[in-house]
Structures are given as structure tokens and as C-alpha cells.
């Protein structure tokens, strides 16, 4: 492999020139960068950019943690983050977990080891606590709610979200509410529990544990839900779920059970998905592009120099109303 001193003797310029044309420096002739880049294709150079890493201290990459690249939830953040990437002219290092604690520490390693600059977390299985002791080798963002530690954060307000949904199917004469989640022990999930709880009890109701529905992610779980319900012998009549793609999904199904929605039973869906608009589905928009932005500009904000301090940001929601309800 050729060494830079050769490219220079080929190009009959100096040492200094191509460093400045392989940096991308602007203040260099047409004429000399021609003649390096004429170099380079003859020799077949290629640089080693691990060792231009070691140089700077820099990988010009970002981790992501995510559990599903494949779910539409995860692929909005994505979208957001991937957006920034490209503007800033950054790599991305997806890593998918599958909520494997384990396979998240190998993430939090490869930060540990200088293998990216900084990491955004869109959902976790370890505990705050676990990956605040990472935080020292580079900024980190969390997708949640997260204050009194060395992390970043972007979120929206879930007790809230629920809250506001929960008070319009109220409003709309619905006493017999549930909902459903994917993991019960998730830090959205235990503030939309809390939200259930609470507001059903200062409104006069009742929140019933055998209608808090959990493990629902996509359309096939959404179609489940409708034959769990069916074997109800007291079935709720209005149901918030925590995803277009389940809701999408329980709609379809009940339309081929002869149950209508919103007559049957009223539904809230979440992120304001695509399918939410194609069926009239009454939803929460919970700025998941947004939120994949803010979560990369802090990092790379961080990286920069720009700010050495955690950031907590809070997006607001918006409560989309169709025909579902």
C-alpha cells in the first residue's frame, strides 16, 4: 500500500498538500489537488480510516440502539435521527437488541471502546442506573423521560397523553375503558398504568386490572385482541391502544366478527401512523421523527463541544380526533 510521501512524489507536491487535499481542505490549488487525485487512482490508495479515527479521537459515527428495526414505532425515530445523520454528515450504527440486556451492554461497550462518538437509545431493558455508568466515554439520549442523571433526553408526556385520551372517551359517554401495551414494565407503559388509574378514579370510574391487555405490537396481535375480547363475560366499550398497527389491525378483524367501531367498541390508537387516517382511527401524534431529530442533535451537540451537560426536552403531543370514537 502506498504511504502518503509517495503519493506526494508522484504528484510533485508536498507532503502538506495532500494531507490538505485527503482532509478536504479548501485552500488548495485545482491544479495540485488534480494532480494528487491523479496520484491516488494510479498508486490505488485507499486511507486507513481507523487509524484516521485514532488521529482525531473521532469515528464521525452514532449509535443507535433500538429492539426492532422493523416496527414502525422505531422506523419514525429512525427516520428523524437518520435525517440529522445525513444533514451533519454523520454515520449510523444500527444495533438491534431485541430488549436483550446483554446485547445492549455490547453497545454500551463498543461506546465504552471508542467505537462511536455518542448513543442514542430508542427503547431499553437495562436500567438507567446500568447505562448511566457509560456516560463518561460520550454523550447518550434516551427516546424518555429521564431526570437527576448524567443522560439526555427527548419524550413526550405519556401520563398526559393517556390523561387527554381517557377524558374524551369519558366525555364521549365511555365508562368501560381498557388498554392495551406491549411490555408492562416499560417506562411508558408504567406512566400510562398511573394515567389509567388516576383519571379513572377522579372522574368516578373504574380501572380494572383484567382490562389492562398486555404483549400487543402489531396488526396480528390487534386481531387477536378482538377473540379476547369476544370470551369476555364483561367486555369494555372503549379500548385505548398503544399502536395504529394494533388498532389497524382489531378493526379489521372486528369488521369480519360483525363488531362495529366505533358502535361496539370506541378506539384511541397512538403514534399517528399512515393507516390511523386510512380508517378514521382517533389518535395520539407522538412526534416520533421529532423526537429521532432532537435525540441527534444533542449528541452530536454534545460531541461538538457545543453542550458538556445533559438536555431534557420535552416534544408536545397532539390528540388527533376521526371517526373511531
Known amino acids: 500500500m502506498p504511504n502518503i510521501k509517495q503519493i506526494a512524489e508522484a504528484a510533485g507536491v508536498s507532503v502538506t498538500t495532500v494531507s490538505r487535499v485527503l482532509n478536504g481542505h479548501p485552500y488548495v490549488s485545482s491544479a495540485k489537488r488534480e ?3 491523479e496520484a491516488i487512482r494510479r498508486l490505488n490508495y485507499s486511507r486507513n480510516m481507523n487509524a484516521v479515527h485514532l488521529i482525531k479521537g473521532m469515528t464521525q459515527t452514532i449509535g443507535v440502539i433500538l429492539p426492532n428495526i422493523n416496527h414502525y414505532y422505531f422506523a419514525r425515530i429512525m427516520e428523524g435521527v437518520a435525517k440529522q445523520a445525513l444533514k451533519n ?6 444495533c438491534q437488541t ?8 455490547k453497545v454500551l461497550e463498543m461506546l465504552r471502546n471508542k467505537q462511536m462518538d455518542g448513543l442514542i437509545i430508542c427503547s431499553r431493558a437495562l436500567s438507567l442506573r446500568d447505562i ?8 447518550i439520549a434516551l427516546c424518555e423521560r429521564v431526570s437527576g442523571r448524567n443522560l439526555s433526553s427527548v419524550y413526550i408526556d405519556h401520563y ?6 381517557i377524558r374524551y372517551l369519558w366525555e364521549k359517554g365511555k365508562r368501560r375503558i381498557a388498554f392495551t401495551i406491549y411490555r408492562r414494565n416499560s417506562p411508558s407503559s408504567r406512566s400510562r398504568l398511573k394515567a389509567y388509574t388516576d383519571t379513572l378514579a377522579a372522574l368516578g370510574g373504574q380501572a380494572r386490572e383484567d382490562w389492562v391487555l398486555d404483549g400487543y405490537l402489531d396488526w396480528e396481535d390487534g386481531a387477536a385482541l378482538v377473540d379476547r375480547l369476544l370470551a369476555m363475560n364483561e367486555r369494555p366499550d372503549a379500548l385505548l391502544i398503544t399502536g395504529d398497527q394494533v388498532a389497524a389491525g382489531f378493526i ?4 369480519l366478527h360483525g363488531i362495529e367501531v366505533p358502535g361496539d367498541f370506541a378506539v384511541i390508537g397512538f403514534d399517528n401512523q399512515p393507516i390511523s387516517s386510512l380508517l378514521g382511527i382517533t389518535t395520539i401524534d407522538n412526534r416520533l421523527s421529532e423526537i429521532g431529530e432532537r ?5 452530536h451537540a454534545q460531541i461538538s463541544g457545543g453542550e458538556g451537560h445533559p438536555v431534557s426536552e420535552e416534544l408536545s403531543f397532539q390528540f388527533i380526533e376521526r371517526s373511531s370514537v
Not at 454528515?89 to 444500527?94: A, F, G, R, T
Open 160 to 165: 398526559a397523553s393517556f390523561q387527554t385520551a
Open 132 to 139: 448511566e455508568v457509560f456516560a463518561d466515554y460520550g454523550p
Open 35 to 37: 494532480a494528487v487525485e
Open 252 to 255: 379489521l378483524s372486528a369488521r
Open 98 to 105: 431485541g430488549y436483550r440486556p446483554n446485547e445492549e451492554r
Open 295 to 299: 435525540a441527534f442533535s444533542i449528541v
Open 89 to 94: 454528515n454523520y454515520q449510523l450504527m444500527l
